[in-house]
């Protein structure tokens, strides 16, 4: 059977309007849900660990980031990862700074032995996870995307899960397939919680397509690139690119995604 193209799996996310269970962090969660609106999907912000658990067994996929980390969200997520495991959803985490602290590394490192679906970083974090030394200070990646390709592929292999490095090109590996997504704006970065908002939008593509994870990933973020390639044609800066981009993620259609350059074979 031929792999589904970003495109293709454009169309069956907008037909299917998934779920999607976002435990995010307190600044990402109103771009988060606004994102997964636009591109057609349907996000649920369910965190606390009385509930979490009990709705990942309903939802189509999980996405888990770590931005503003507490025992008791920790707790949350723990409960929704492992029911999200047990009722054979995808799940997404995201590690948002995860060697900034103590506490930090100790959260991923148990949620990674959970085994997410799909690991999305940018390359300090992913460098980070593999054990190698990154550059990152906090949440803004110190490191290109080329520096933590080979990283990536190993940890895929180590772990199974999908590892996507966002970046200027971004990078998907399954640790035998890789590819690169080309797209996007130099604004984007200038925007907060973008990168998280795309954590939620694989968890989208995800829960359309659970059997192909690489490429579901691969079509989330050819999704993001083209919209915000999009919406930097007539953005006057980053206030105006943040509207311009929802607009956009409502606006790109499969042709966009599966424009050539968009995702090249790496």
């Known amino acids: 059977m031929a792999e589904p193209t970003p495109g293709t799996l454009l169309g069956e996310m907008r037909a299917k309007a998934p779920l999607v269970q976002c435990i995010t962090n307190f600044v990402a969660m109103n771009i988060a849900a606004n994102t997964l609106l636009a591109a057609g999907a349907s996000p649920a912000m369910v965190h606390d660990m009385r509930e979490s658990g009990e709705f990942a067994a309903v ?15 920790l707790g949350g997520m723990r ?74 592929r ?61 490429e579901a990933t691969l079509a989330a973020f050819a999704m993001f690139a083209a919209a915000g390639e999009a919406a930097a044609r007539e953005a006057a800066g980053p206030g105006s690119f943040g509207w311009r981009f929802l607009d956009a993620l409502a606006a790109v259609g499969p042709a966009d995604l599966d424009a050539d350059g968009r995702v090249v074979t790496a």
């Open 59 to 73: 939802a189509g996929a999980l996405t888990v980031n770590i931005g503003t980390l507490s025992p008791e969200w």
């Open 154 to 214: 190993a940890l895929a292999r180590e772990t199974g899960a999908v590892i996507a490095v966002s970046g200027a090109v971004d990078f998907v590996t399954d640790g035998e397939r890789s590819a690169r997504v080309h797209g996007g704006s130099e604004l984007m970065p200038r925007v907060t919680a973008l990168g998280c908002a795309l954590t939620c939008l694989v968890g989208a593509f995800a829960a359309t397509r659970p059997d192909r994870s690489f």
């Open 79 to 152: 409960a929704a990862a492992e029911a999200a495991t047990r009722a054979g959803r995808p799940w997404v985490l995201d590690p948002v700074a995860h060697f900034a602290t103590d506490f930090r590394r100790r959260a991923t490192q148990g949620l990674m032995e959970l085994r997410p679906t799909i690991v999305r970083g940018n390359a300090s974090e992913i460098l980070a996870l593999g054990g190698g030394v990154g550059q990152g200070r906090g949440v803004d990646s110190g490191d290109e995307v080329a520096a933590a390709e080979s990283v990536a």
